[in-house]
C-alpha cells in the first residue's frame, strides 16, 4: 500500500521561510514522480513542485520558481520542499502526491494520482 507522511508548513510573515517533507513508503517502483499540490481556500488545486526520480529532474510551477526548492533522499525515500520568499498568495494547504506510472507529466498537466498524503497548511501573513 502506497503512503505518503508529509509534515512541516506553520505559518510565517511574508518573505519568510518553511519547509515541507514528504516521506513515502510501501512500493517498490523505482521511478517515480513525488512532490506537492496545494489548494488555497475558495480556489482550485495548484501544481506546486515536483522531483522525478527517473531523470532526476525538478519541476516548479511559475508561480513559485526561483523560491521554492525541491530535494530527495533517498536513503529516506523522503523528498522536501523549501520555500522562501514566501507571499500571501502561497497561503494553501499543500498536499503531498506520488506518481508511479506518468511521473512528473501529471505535473505539467495539473492531473495527479490518486496516492495523496495529508495536507499542511501554509499560512503566509502580510
Known amino acids: 500500500e502506497v503512503q505518503l507522511q508529509a509534515s512541516g508548513g506553520g505559518s510565517v510573515q511574508t518573505g519568510g521561510s518553511l519547509g515541507l517533507s514528504c516521506a513515502a513508503s510501501g512500493w517498490t517502483f523505482g521511478d517515480y514522480a513525488i512532490g506537492w499540490f496545494r489548494q488555497a481556500p475558495g480556489k482550485g488545486r495548484e501544481v506546486v513542485s515536483c522531483?522525478?526520480?527517473?531523470?532526476?529532474?525538478?519541476y516548479y510551477a511559475d508561480s513559485v520558481k526561483g523560491r521554492f526548492t525541491i530535494s530527495r533522499d533517498n536513503a529516506k525515500n523522503t523528498v522536501y520542499l523549501q520555500m522562501s520568499s514566501l507571499k500571501p498568495e502561497d497561503t494553501a494547504v499543500y498536499y503531498c502526491n506520488a506518481n508511479l506510472f506518468t511521473g512528473a507529466r501529471a505535473w505539467r498537466t495539473n492531473t495527479p494520482s490518486d496516492y495523496w498524503g495529508q495536507g499542511t497548511l501554509v499560512t503566509v501573513s502580510s
Open positions: 522531483f522525478d526520480s527517473s531523470d532526476r529532474s525538478t
